[in-house]
T-cell receptor, first 114, second 111 residues
């Protein structure tokens, strides 16, 4: 949807290992977001970016870092994965200059940390 | 914390019936209230959204009702169909740049 590709789509890894998730967009949207989705919690914002090299923390940012060196790519890194970070991760983009434009979501990455 | 409370957690409706999902918010500065629909294995997609200058917005079988004084808004799905079976999330924000989501409602439409 809206040219958003998340990779990998599925990943299983062990506690303590570093993990990087990638979000790639082809829409040239300025804003990008990382959310996690957990049962009973809905979607919670981890980090967001309002431009290249401009990022800020969201509601649940502890244990996560992000980088955005190009408009089209937004990376989410778990420096040392923990079991509590097992979740489905969604990337979203937004054109802030479009009238009444919604946030567009990718199809998610299912991450399991054993 | 700026919460958005959503209910019910799950809902079963007969085909042709009306599905109703409710949300309540706390922050009176919120001025954008979207509803997202999510199918299994997919990301959420915008279904319908409302601004607080109107009390109701209708798009096809989907209607948002908004009560500013009560700080509540709801999604009504008329003539519910099996294809409407999905998880629905309400959200609220100051503009559409930073949203707070509800916890989701799993809707099942039975024949």
């Amino acid at each position: 949807d809206a040219g958003i590709t998340q990779s990998p789509r599925h990943k299983v890894t062990e506690t303590g290992t570093p993990v990087t998730l990638r979000c790639h967009q082809t829409e040239n949207h300025r804003y990008m977001y990382w959310y996690r989705q957990d049962p009973g919690h809905g979607l919670r914002l981890i980090h967001y970016s309002y431009g290249v090299k401009d990022t800020d923390k969201g509601e649940v940012s502890d244990g996560y870092s992000v980088s955005r060196s190009k408009t089209e790519d937004f990376l989410l890194t778990l420096e040392s994965a923990t079991s509590s970070q097992t979740s489905v991760y969604f990337c979203a983009t937004l054109d802030p200059f479009g009238s009444n434009q919604p946030q567009h979501f990718g199809d998610g990455t299912r991450l399991s940390i054993l | 914390q700026q919460q958005v409370k959503q209910s019910p957690q799950s809902l079963i409706v007969q085909k042709g019936g009306i599905s109703i999902i409710n949300c309540a918010y706390e922050n009176t500065a919120f001025d954008y209230f979207p509803w997202y629909q999510q199918f299994p294995g997919k990301g959420p997609a915008l279904l319908i959204a409302i601004r607080p200058d109107v009390s109701e917005k209708k798009e096809g079988r989907f209607t948002i009702s908004f009560n500013k004084s009560a700080k509540q808004f709801s999604l009504h799905i008329m003539d519910s169909q099996p294809g409407d079976s999905a998880t629905y999330f309400c959200a609220a924000g100051i503009g559409n740049e930073k949203l707070t989501f509800g916890t989701g409602t799993r809707l099942t439409i039975i024949p």
